[in-house]
C-alpha cells in the first residue's frame, strides 16, 4: 500500500474511469432497493428498538435486509450501511450513501469542492466503500462474486482499494480531521480501517485511537463497542486500550433498563470478551435476571438473539449470580438464564429474520436445550432456506430424517454444481456435508472441488497471504462464518489436510479415544468421571451430561452419581431436555443394566411425544432401553412393527449400503427390540420374524464367545460329566447364544443332547451355563452389562436355569483349586 503518511494532503487525484459495473445487475439492484429508504427524524435516546428500521424478513427482493437507515445512533442493526447523518441535506452525503461501487464512491468524494470538503464526507465515504465490500462477499453469498464485479474476490477487492489514491487522501482526511468528527462516525471509520486491513499501529489509526481516548467517558455503548472490535486481536496492545473503557462499560451495565440499553451492553460486552473480567460478568447477569424477572420491558428478538450468543460464549466460566426473587438463599447460573432466554423468544421465532438465525449457528451447533426453542429454530430456518436457499442457512438446518438428509442432498448437489466460488466457502459446504450420512456421490463430488482447488491454489503466485473477515467480533452482524475466507498457499493446505483427516474419522465412525494408550486413557477418563461427578456447576445443562454419557457408553465406565444427576435433569426440566438428551441416557441405563431409576417413566413420555425427531437407529435403541426397563408403551410398538416403519427401514438400509456397519448395527438393534417384545409383551402378539436372519449371521459369523476361561470351564465339566451329557456354543430359541447347556430329566440327572434340538420339551430341566467375560461388566464400579441382564432374563422366561460364572469369583483365592471350581 502506498504511504498514508507522506501523500501530499492537498492533492486532490482523480479517480480511474468508471467501469461497466455501476450498471450491473448488483448496482441496479442496490439502488432499487435505496429508492425505498426514507429518512426519519432524530428521535431520543430513550425510545426502544422498534422505533427503529430494521429489517423484520424477507419479500420478493431478496436483499431487503441492506435497505435501512435507522434514526438513532444512525446505523442500522445488520450492520451492512451507515447512515450517519439522515437529517443532511447535503446532496454529496446522500450520493455517498447511495453509492453502488467503488469507483461511484471514488468520483463523488473527489467531486466536492475543496472548499466544502469536511469530515463528515470521509467517513461517510469510507464506511460506504467498506459497505459496498460487505454487501459483495459477506451477506449470505447473494451473488457469485466472479459475475456481479470486476473483483475476482474480497482479497482482490482490498488490494484494489488500498492502493487507490482517493483512498489514501480518503483516510488521511479522517485522521486529520478526527477532532471534528462525532464519536460515532469516528469509531465506525476505526472499524472500516480495520476490515480494510489497514494495521491499528498504522499512523492514521493510531491518531483515531488516541482521539476516542480522550473521549472514553463521554462515548456511547456502540463507539465502544466499535473500538472493542478493533483492538480485539491486537493482543496485549489491544487488551490494554480495552480496558481504559472497562470502568465506563461497568457503568453502563449497572443501569441497563431498556432493550436498547440491553442491546449495546451485550454487544460491547461480547467483543471484549478476551479481555473482561468475571465480576463485569457477574453484574451483567445480576442486571439482566433483574430485567427479566420485572418483565417491563418488550426485548426486540434481535436483543434476545444477541444475549443469547453472549450468554453461551460465557456459559463454560461456570458464573452464578444470587436469585433476589427467590426467597431462600438460591443462585441462578448462565445456564438457567439461557434458558429463561429461549423460552421467552421461543413463541416470537415465527418472526425471525434471516441474520438472527444465522447470529445462532454456533449456539446451536453446541447446545441442543430448550427443545420447544429448538424445535421451532428449526421449523423457521427451514421456512427461511425455503425462501431463500443459501449456504449460510442450511448450515444451521439439522436434518432429522432421511426426507430431510435427501432434501439438503439435493440442495447440495445443485450448489456445487453451479457454484464458481467455491474457494469461499469450502469449510461451511464441509460443515453441511458433515450431517448427510449417505450419499457417496456427494462426497465425491465435493472432494473433486477441494482437490481442484488445492491444485489451482499452488499454481497461484499472484495472491500472498490470507485474508480472514472475522465476524464473530461484529457487533452488527454477530455472524460466525469460517466458511468465508479468501486463502491461498500454506494455509488452504493445513486446513484442506485437517478436514481431510476429520473426513476418515466421519466416515469410518472412529473415536479419537480410541487412539491413545488404554491405560491412560481409562485413567483420565476416571479423573475426569470423579470430578465431574462432584461438581455442581458442570450440572446446569444438558450439554455437558450429554457429553459425558457419550463418555461413559465409550469408555465402558459406570458412574452411579453420574446417571442420577442426569435424571434429575431430565424431571427437572421434561420440556426443555432434547430428545437425543433423553436417548442417551436410556441408552446408557440399559448397557449398565441399571433398572428402577428415577426419569425413566418421563424419559418414555419424552421419546413418546417426540419420536419423530430421531433416526431409526435411535429410536430402536430407545424403545428397546424403554422395553428393557419395562416402561414400553403399546402405542410404540404399533408404530414401530408396521409396514410404514417397515418401508423407512429398508430406505435406511438401502441408503447406508446393506453391507455396511452401519446396516448391520440398525438391523441387529431392530431383531433385538423384535425379541425383547416378543417375550416381555406377549399381549401385544407381534411375530418373531427374524429366524432367518439370525440363522445366516450364525452360520457366516459363527460363535464368537471363546475364550480361554470357556475351555477351563469346558474342561471341568467333562471331568464332572463327561463330554456326552453337556453341549457348547448352542443357541435358544430367538436365538441368545448359550455358552454350555445340559439337560436334566425328571429326577434331576444330566441327560445325553447331542440329537436334540433345543425346541424340544424335555422331562426335566434345561440349565444354561453362562460365562461371562472381563467385557460383560463395567468399570469403576463393576455391574453386569444390561444385554447380559436381559439375556438372562429372557432365558429365564423360556424355561432356562441360568447360571452365570464370573471370571473375578472363578480365578479368586478360594476357586484356585480344582474340587472347589467342580
Not at 640 to 661: H, Q, V, W
Not at 768 to 782: C, L, Q
Request: proline letters at 4%.
Amino acid at each position: 500500500m502506498h504511504s498514508l503518511e507522506n501523500s501530499n494532503s492537498g492533492s486532490r487525484i482523480q479517480g480511474h474511469n468508471k467501469t461497466d459495473y455501476e450498471a450491473s445487475e448488483f448496482a441496479a439492484m442496490l439502488r432499487c432497493i435505496r429508492r425505498f429508504q426514507v429518512p426519519r427524524r432524530r428521535k431520543p435516546l430513550q425510545q426502544t428498538v422498534s422505533n427503529w428500521l430494521y429489517p423484520i424478513g424477507f419479500s420478493s427482493i431478496r436483499v431487503n435486509h441492506m435497505c435501512t437507515v435507522s434514526a438513532y445512533p444512525n446505523f442500522d442493526r445488520s450492520g451492512v450501511q451507515y447512515h450517519f447523518y439522515p437529517e443532511d441535506d447535503d446532496r454529496a452525503l446522500t450520493a455517498l450513501v447511495e453509492s453502488t461501487s467503488m469507483q461511484q464512491i471514488f468520483d463523488t468524494f473527489t467531486s466536492i469542492p475543496k472548499e466544502d470538503l469536511s469530515v463528515r464526507h470521509s467517513v461517510q465515504a469510507l464506511a460506504a466503500l467498506f459497505g459496498v465490500q460487505k454487501f459483495m462477499f459477506t451477506v449470505g453469498h447473494l451473488f457469485d462474486p466472479s459475475e456481479t464485479s470486476e473483483f475476482k474476490n474480497q482479497l482482490d477487492y482490498i488490494k484494489t482499494l488500498r492502493d487507490h489514491p482517493v483512498f489514501q487522501e480518503i483516510v488521511r482526511h479522517v485522521s486529520d480531521h478526527r477532532s471534528e468528527a462525532d464519536d460515532e462516525p469516528l469509531a465506525v471509520s476505526l472499524s472500516c480501517l480495520k476490515k480494510l486491513q489497514i494495521g491499528m499501529r498504522t499512523e492514521p489509526a493510531q491518531n483515531i485511537i488516541g482521539e476516542l481516548l480522550r473521549r472514553k467517558t463521554s462515548l456511547s455503548l456502540f463507539a465502544i463497542s466499535r473500538v472493542f472490535v478493533c483492538m480485539s486481536s491486537e493482543s496485549i496492545y489491544g487488551f490494554t486500550i480495552m480496558s481504559q473503557f472497562l470502568p465506563v462499560l461497568y457503568s453502563k451495565v449497572d443501569t441497563m433498563s431498556t432493550d436498547l440499553d440491553v442491546w449495546g451492553v451485550t454487544g460491547a460486552l461480547r467483543n471484549c470478551i478476551k479481555c473482561s473480567t468475571p465480576a463485569i460478568h457477574c453484574k451483567y447477569l445480576e442486571r439482566l435476571n433483574e430485567v427479566l424477572n420485572e418483565n417491563s420491558v418488550v426485548f426486540e428478538i434481535n436483543t434476545l438473539c444477541k444475549i443469547i450468543g453472549f450468554l453461551n460464549e460465557i456459559s463454560f466460566l461456570h458464573l452464578e449470580v444470587p436469585e433476589k426473587e427467590s426467597t431462600s438463599e438460591t443462585t441462578i447460573s448462565t445456564h438457567d438464564l439461557i434458558r429463561k432466554v429461549c423460552n421467552l423468544l421461543e413463541p416470537r421465532v415465527c418472526e425471525m429474520a434471516m441474520l438472527d438465525a444465522l447470529s445462532l449457528n454456533r449456539f446451536v451447533r453446541l447446545k441442543r436445550e430448550p427443545a420447544n426453542f429448538f424445535s421451532a429454530l428449526s421449523k423457521r430456518v427451514s421456512e427461511l432456506a425455503e425462501e431463500d436457499p443459501t449456504v449460510s442457512l442450511m448450515s444451521v438446518i439439522q436434518p432429522k430424517s432421511l426426507a430431510e438428509q435427501k432434501k439438503l442432498s439435493q440442495f447440495m448437489h445443485d450448489f456445487l454444481d453451479k457454484c464458481t466460488y467455491f474457494e469461499n466457502v469450502y469449510f461451511r459446504v464441509y460443515q453441511i456435508l458433515k450431517r448427510i450420512q449417505f450419499d457417496p456421490l456427494l462426497y465425491h463430488k465435493y472432494w473433486s472441488k477441494m482437490t481442484e482447488l488445492l491444485v489451482n491454489q499452488d499454481s497461484k503466485s499472484d495472491v500472498e497471504g490470507i485474508f480472514r473477515d472475522d465476524f464473530e467480533d461484529d457487533t452488527a452482524t454477530d455472524l460466525t462464518d469460517e466458511g468465508l475466507l479468501i486463502s491461498s498457499g500454506h494455509f488452504l493446505k493445513q486446513n484442506f489436510f485437517h478436514i481431510v483427516s476429520d473426513y476418515v474419522h466421519l466416515r469410518n465412525q472412529k473415536i479419537i479415544c480410541a487412539k491413545l494408550n488404554n491405560r491412560r486413557f481409562n485413567c483420565n477418563s476416571q479423573r475426569c468421571m470423579i470430578i465431574l461427578d462432584s461438581t455442581d456447576e458442570f450440572w446446569n445443562n444438558s450439554f455437558v451430561p450429554y457429553e459425558i454419557l457419550k463418555l461413559m457408553c465409550s469408555s465402558g465406565f459406570y458412574f452411579p452419581g453420574a446417571l442420577e444427576r442426569v435424571s434429575k435433569i431430565i424431571c427437572e426440566f421434561p420440556n426443555d431436555v432434547s430428545v437425543l438428551f433423553v436417548e442417551r441416557f436410556l441408552r446408557a441405563c440399559f448397557m449398565f443394566g441399571v433398572e428402577d431409576i428415577k426419569g425413566i417413566e418421563e424419559s418414555a413420555r419424552i421419546i413418546s411425544r417426540n419420536s419423530h425427531e430421531l433416526y431409526p437407529f435411535h429410536l430402536l435403541s430407545s424403545f428397546l432401553a424403554l422395553c428393557f426397563q419395562g416402561c414400553l408403551d403399546r402405542e410404540s410398538v404399533a408404530k414401530t412393527f408396521c409396514p410404514e416403519f417397515l418401508d423407512e427401514l429398508d430406505r435406511n438400509i438401502a441408503a447406508m449400503g446393506y453391507k455396511s456397519r452401519k446396516s448391520w448395527r440398525l438391523r441387529n438393534v431392530f431383531m433385538e427390540l423384535n425379541r425383547a417384545v416378543c417375550l416381555d409383551m406377549p399381549e401385544a402378539n407381534v411375530p418373531w420374524f427374524h429366524e432367518k436372519y439370525c440363522r445366516d449371521e450364525a452360520e457366516s459369523r459363527g460363535y464368537l464367545r471363546h475364550t480361554d476361561l470357556h475351555s477351563e470351564v469346558a474342561q471341568v465339566l467333562e471331568d464332572v460329566l463327561g463330554n456326552e451329557y453337556f453341549a457348547r456354543g448352542t443357541y435358544s430359541p430367538y436365538f441368545y447364544p448359550i455358552d454350555f447347556l445340559i439337560e436334566t430329566n425328571e429326577f434331576g440327572h444330566p441327560v445325553q443332547i447331542r440329537s436334540k434340538s433345543s425346541q424340544e420339551k424335555v422331562e426335566g430341566a434345561r440349565i444354561a451355563i453362562i460365562v461371562n467375560t472381563s467385557k460383560d461388566f463395567t468399570n469403576y464400579e463393576r455391574k453386569l452389562k444390561g444385554r447380559h441382564v436381559l439375556m438372562k432374563r429372557h432365558l429365564e422366561i423360556m424355561g432356562y436355569r441360568v447360571v452365570s460364572i464370573d471370571p473375578k469369583q472363578w480365578n479368586n483365592f478360594h476357586m484356585r483349586n480344582q474340587s472347589a471350581k467342580r
